[in-house]
């Protein structure tokens, strides 16, 4: 089914003001999760914040439950966390790992995920091996598999980088961890309502994300999924009421990932999140797919065919995030002359994507990234200023 530009316009406030091409760092929300997260924050000030979350206990809850039903999972295989980095941090103190016992990573992770691994190396005493890839940039199934011995505990994965259009082939990946009973973690804070995310089929073990970036919920949050039974031998850092079942004498973990959660949250961005998810699944994440890849293909044919401008992204199948570099202009100046012509971009600089980008001697990429609420004539005016940009001199900070 085709996606309604109208109305996803409509529903998209901001678009009155911005070309919003930045939608992988963060999207514009849409107004059902906007009224959401100002109406609990009102009620707060109103009956009192304790009182306000015991009124709006259902769409607190409902979080949890939007998710298992966007991830096809439980919604106790849920935990909720303010960001997918803390999500990420509290999977990986949780697992049992020690010295000599070898993890293997993706050159694309993130670069806060990759430094947990290298943070976990120094505290465990894990070894940390980064997998290779072919010439588009994934790692080779089968190559992975010459890689696995009974010393691979742990296999982790980011399903869309940051800073590239690519997708892994998560699910390729999982069926070999689980040939080989190897725990298997997945990075899908880019493509969680971009793309199809069913746990089931990739086969992980656990699987983080964000709300804020394609999912278009509201900033600060972040959760995990872990399978049941696997979750039931976790043992969080952090444990506080509600991750308990606690008599005043003895404490039981709650069941699966619902150990992970805490009794603090902030109601309103919580609430949000589950607003945002049942809107994306009102949409239809096929459709959103469907629309995002259709636009994101057009637009690379347009941008690489302006001389000058290098769209550097790789992989076989490729998502709504565009990376180009512009000869002969630096990514953050030409940043803001797009912002100056209301057009929000991103620059994607190597510590961010600190593996890959490195290997490849590049520092710093101009990220465009598309959402299905952008019009075909938002993206024309990006290509008509970014021509300009080739044809003109260099351009020099503002002094
Ligand atoms: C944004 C991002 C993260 C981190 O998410 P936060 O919510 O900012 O912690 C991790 N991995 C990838 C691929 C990302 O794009």
Known sequence: MNINLVRARADTPGVKYVAHLNNAGASLA????????MGHLRLESELG??????????????????LADLLNCHSD???MFESATRAWG????????????????????????????LHLARRTGVQLEVLPVDADGLVDVAELRDHIDERVKL???????????????????GRVAREHGITYLVDASQSIGQLPVDVRQIGCDMLVGCGRKFLRGPRGTGFLYAR?????????GTVGLDGVEWDGVGYRFAPAARRFDTWETNCATRIGLGVAVDYALSWGIENTWHRIRELAAGLRVDLASIPGITVEDRGR???????????????????AELQRAGINTWVCLSNAACVDMRRRGISSLLRVSV?????AEELARLCTVLESLTVGPALKVAS
């Not at 199948?317 to 940043?335: F, K, M, S």
């Open 228 to 236: 049941r039974e696997f979750a039931e031998q976790l043992s969080p």
């Open 317 to 335: 199948e490729r998502c709504g995030t565009i990376a180009l570099t512009v000869h002969g202009q630096a990514a953050e100046l030409v940043r």
């Open 77 to 79: 295989e849920i935990a």
């Open 49 to 66: 914040p304790y009182e306000a979350a015991e009124r709006a206990r259902v769409a607190v809850e409902r979080g949890h439950s939007a």
């Open 155 to 173: 296999i982790a994965m980011t399903h869309v980088p940051m800073h590239d259009g690519l997708i892994y082939p998560v699910a390729a990946i």
């Open 90 to 117: 509290a999977a990986l103190s949780s697992i049992a790992l020690g010295p000599g016992d070898r993890v293997l990573i993706s050159p694309m992770e993130y670069g806060s995920s990759y430094l947990s691994f």
């Open 30 to 37: 849409p107004k059902p999760v906007i009224d959401a997260v």
């Open 371 to 375: 959402h299905y609420y952008n019009s």
